[in-house]
């Protein structure tokens, strides 16, 4: 889309800004700033790729918000998926605010305080229809439906005019539990204006509508009576209450008992159960460990894993490693799930490593056993046509995405020059009668290793580990005289993470090498080790790119004796 002109200051704009889920899938995080208040959007994370060796998760960078913490009014918590949730408690360790969501949204949000132990939240729960003041801002929460229960869109009223933000959501008349999308309401928000629509975008490339939730019901009860005599294992996501439910229906009505495997499914069903979202019959869950005791046939086993995550329960009951449930010829494995892009090499491996133990698999491309939560084409014109905004920026989506949803927005009659497409860091100001780029504000993603927060990607920290994952390292130590400078012994050689070229041995040569450098360095004047250190980590590095064009990590570690 066009970049607008950027005109004058405004006095008092609203500023809409963009800390992470632009051009990305994952990590969903808006903050909308108007005189002294802020509001943040969500608090996600997303998971690493290959680019980023021994890191846990990421999430966006909050430093402007953390600059700005006095004028922060709360977090909006548009439901419950980690990419919306899961990096809230990174972000209360730094800015104290209420936390504003529906019951589940609020239940896996403490879950993940908890972990964090963060006590002091302020968890608010609102629902369907009610309103909240913020600062200036007046939001209000509407009912929409996605993979997940208690998802909700934000009708946001701000000085400079109305914003709406859908969330993720879909249109589901006839969902499994709860009610349909308040299209009513959204009609009616759409009668009163709109200055500025927040869309998001994940399934504009589909056209047509997203299967019904109940599709996937009727699936699964033609998988469990025709697979009445096997064991029925189920990998989808925690999340998905609905379908939970549905799993759990199923396995009441065949007689058959319904065992957890895998962390974050116990969590979910033990927070979901405790506020009323899930029902199980007394009697129909046991634990993981009795299966045993039990015929195949009176077992149904529900696991995380749907992804192919390495360390998930699917994935180790296919390799072997999972103690306590063995797969075999008279099992059926149901993967309830789309591979997210980038996860399909795992997924499949998992697949095949299931076929190899004799199980038999069933998974999207063979049966509808999963429906997307996200509105496809039919749905996302359905949802602007009903709000008629003035303005519109796509979220929630990569680039390609973003793009396709302005052109939809074009295909129904707005204006080219009244849509933005959004990068992380991008500064929007929102006036009663133009919206425009502002100032960028710091951005970027922090990186979680291991429970504390480090740098962000283009770290130096970050920038050593991909050197050494890529090219590996070499580790030389050298014992000296204190008294003569001599080297008192052979030099210590060690590589780990180098390819070594075949039958080649250069430990050796390197040896000779260091010879070489203390003869021509004045060990004894240099008594921090640092001329000698740098020699050998210059003449070892010109020999290895020498030989094989590699570029490896060179450490020198000089011992005085």
């Known amino acids: 889309m066009k970049r607008p002109v950027k005109r004058g200051k405004v006095k008092n704009p609203v500023k809409i800004l963009f800390l992470g889920g ?5 990590k969903n995080m808006t903050a909308i700033e108007c005189g002294n208040d802020i509001i943040i959007i969500d608090a996600g994370l997303t998971f690493p790729d290959e680019e980023l060796p021994g ?5 966006p960078d909050i430093s402007y918000l953390v600059q700005n913490k006095q004028k922060v009014r709360g977090l909006l918590i548009t439901h419950g998926h980690e990419d919306h949730v899961g990096g809230i408690a990174y972000l209360l360790k730094e800015i104290n605010c209420p936390v504003y969501g529906t019951k589940l949204t609020l239940a896996l949000s403490d879950n993940k305080l908890r972990e964090q132990r963060i006590n002091r939240a302020q968890l608010l729960c609102v629902k369907p229809g009610d309103k909240v003041k913020l600062g200036c801002f007046n939001v209000e929460f509407i009912n929409v439906n996605h993979s997940i229960a208690g998802a909700v869109a934000l ?8 914003i709406f933000h859908s969330g993720d959501f879909k249109i589901d008349l006839t969902p499994v539990a709860g009610k349909p999308i308040d299209l009513t309401r959204i009609a009616e928000i759409g009668q009163e204006g709109v200055k500025l629509l927040l869309c998001e975008s ?3 490339e589909r056209p047509g509508y997203t299967m019904s939730e109940t599709v996937v019901g009727t699936t699964l009860d033609h998988l469990f009576s025709e697979h ?17 439910q549905q799993i759990v229906d199923l396995a009441a009505k065949y007689r058959r008992k319904v065992a957890l495997s895998g962390r974050s499914m116990l969590n979910v069903v033990d927070a979901a159960t405790k506020i009323g979202e899930l029902t199980i019959p007394e009697g129909v869950l046991i634990d993981v460990e009795k299966i045993k005791n039990f015929f195949d046939r009176e077992i149904v086993i529900v696991s995380t894993g749907s992804q192919g995550e390495p360390m998930s329960a699917l994935t180790r009951m296919a390799s072997g490693d999972f103690n306590k449930v063995t797969v075999g010829p008279n099992d059926t494995i149901i993967i309830s799930a789309s591979p997210i892009p980038g996860n399909e090499k795992m997924i499949y491996k998992v697949i095949n490593n299931l076929y190899r133990k004799g199980a038999n698999v069933v998974y999207e491309s063979l049966e509808k056993i999963h429906v997307s939560g996200h509105a496809c084409q039919e749905e996302l014109k359905i949802l602007h046509s009903l709000l008629k905004p003035q303005f519109f920026i796509p979220v929630h989506g990569e680039y390609r995405h973003l793009k396709r949803h302005a052109q939809l927005a074009m295909e129904l009659g707005m204006s080219e020059n009244n849509i933005l497409i959004a990068d992380i860091g991008n500064c929007v100001e929102l006036t009663r009668d133009n919206m425009q780029f502002g100032e960028s504000i710091s951005s970027g993603s922090r990186l979680v290793d291991g429970g504390s927060l480090e740098d962000k990607e283009n770290s130096i920290v970050m920038k050593d580990r991909k050197h050494l994952s890529e090219d590996g390292i070499f580790v030389i130590t050298a014992c000296v005289s204190e008294r003569s400078g001599d080297l008192l012994s052979d030099p210590i050689v060690v590589n780990r993470g180098f390819v070594m070229p075949e039958n080649a041995d250069y430990a050796a040569e390197i040896r000779k090498i260091v010879v070489s450098c203390a003869s021509q360095t004045d060990i004894l004047g240099d008594v921090d080790n640092t001329e000698f250190a740098a020699a050998i980590k210059k003449a070892v590095k010109n020999f290895i790119y020498k030989k094989t064009k590699q570029n490896p990590v060179v450490m020198a570690n000089i011992v005085r004796i």
């Open 55 to 59: 890191i846990d998760l990421v999430i």
């Open 22 to 26: 632009v051009g990305e899938i994952g």
């Open 202 to 204: 994940t399934n504009v």
């Open 155 to 162: 009708s946001i009223d701000t000085p400079q005019g109305r």
């Open 228 to 244: 009445a005599n096997r064991r029925i294992i189920v990998a989808t996501f925690a999340s998905n209450v609905h379908r939970l």
